[in-house]
Structures are given as structure tokens and as C-alpha cells.
């Protein structure tokens, strides 16, 4: 099935020590999307790229960085994690902008 | 800018009761609408979607009609299961191509607990 993954699904990090989140995609969409979901809040987008075309949201912090080498793969790295970051993030794909997304199953960062 | 008003949770239902979730927005142009539920732990699963004013979207038993003079686009699902019991999300992505958000604008998700 094609489908959004993302590993680890659990990843704890030390305070300040970066880390890497990674996604991959078998549905061969264009667009990929990074969303940071604090608990009982609705997700926040992160950042997107369009095929390899990078856009930052005004908010995100500058901790807060991304990576697509190919089309399938997308990265979120966090230079230096502080305990504000814990959270789940989310990874999306959609096959053009502004259509229905599909969602990953999440990571869930801990920061000590 | 755009937004999406829900209902706040948790609702509460026992097992074959009539659900509403109250879904409004405000943006500009015709966005499209999107209703996302969210199992403990899990990721966002898209439920239904809806494009243009008065289509139904529908999917497991959910309904929700885009209404362009009432901003709505309500849930609804005429007899509920335990199963059902997870966090909806009303969506919305800005039409077109031009200036604007790329990414979906969320309200803040409903929590819906079904007991039997």
C-alpha cells in the first residue's frame, strides 16, 4: 500500500543535543509538509517544500531546519532541542498544494 | 486570515447515538474542507473531504455538507461505535494558486468518547 512513514516513532534526545526525524513516501507526491503537534492542540505547520522548492512559516524557529534530497524522503532536524520542542511531529504528502494531505504516523520526541 | 471553529470536547455519547460535530470557518475565496481524525498516538486520517459549496463528503458512515451561506461543514454520523472514539479535526486549505497559506489551517479538535 502506498503510504507516509515515519522512524523512528519514538525518539528521546538529550537537552541541546541535535536530532534527526525522518520521512519517506511511497505515494510519489509533490509536496511534503512538517507539522509539530503539542499535546490536545491541533498540528502547527513547521515548514514544506514543493518538489525542492523550500518554504519556511513565518513562526518556525530558526532550531528548526529541513531537508529533501528526493522526492521521498524528507528530513527535520532540530540543532538544538530544548523542552519546549517535546511534541509529536507530523509528516504530510499531498500531489499539489492546497489539496487533501496525508499524514504519517507521527514522532513523538521526548527532550531530557 | 483563515480559520476553523469547533466545538470544544470532550463529547460524550453512548454507543448508537446521533453525533454532530460543529465545524465553521472563515477565509477568503471557496477553500476546500476537510474533516481528519486522530487515534491515540497515531497520525491524522483523512475521513472526507469536500471541495465546493453543498457536496457531501462521505466515509465509514460520516457525512459532512459544505454550506458556503452558513461557513459549516458539520460531522455527522447517524449511530456511533466505541470504535469511533478518537479526536476530529476540521480542516481547511485556501483555493487557488496565488498568495496565502499552503498548508491546512486546523481548528483545535474535538475529543469524542463513545461508551457502550
Redesign the interface.
Known sequence: DAM?I?NPRYQVTQFGKPVTLSCSQTLNHN?M?W?QQKS????K?LF?Y?DKDF?N?ADTPDNFQSRRPNTSFCFLDIRSPGLGDAAMY?C?TSRD??????????T?LTVT | GNSVTQMEGPVTLSEEAFLTINCTYTATGYP?L?W?VQYP??????LL?ATKADDKGSNKGFEATYRKETTSFHLEKGSVQVSDSAVY?CAL?????GGG????T????T?LIIQP
Open positions: 507516509v515515519q509536496v509538509y507539522y490536545s492542540q491541533a498540528p505547520l514544506h514543493y518554504n512559516e507530523l504530510a498544494r492546497r489539496v487533501e494531505q496525508y499524514f504519517g504516523p507521527g513523538r | 476546500s476537510f481528519y498516538g497515531e497520525g491524522l486520517q483523512l473531504k479535526f486549505s485556501e483555493a487557488g494558486s497559506a499552503d498548508g491546512l486546523f481548528g483545535k479538535g475529543h
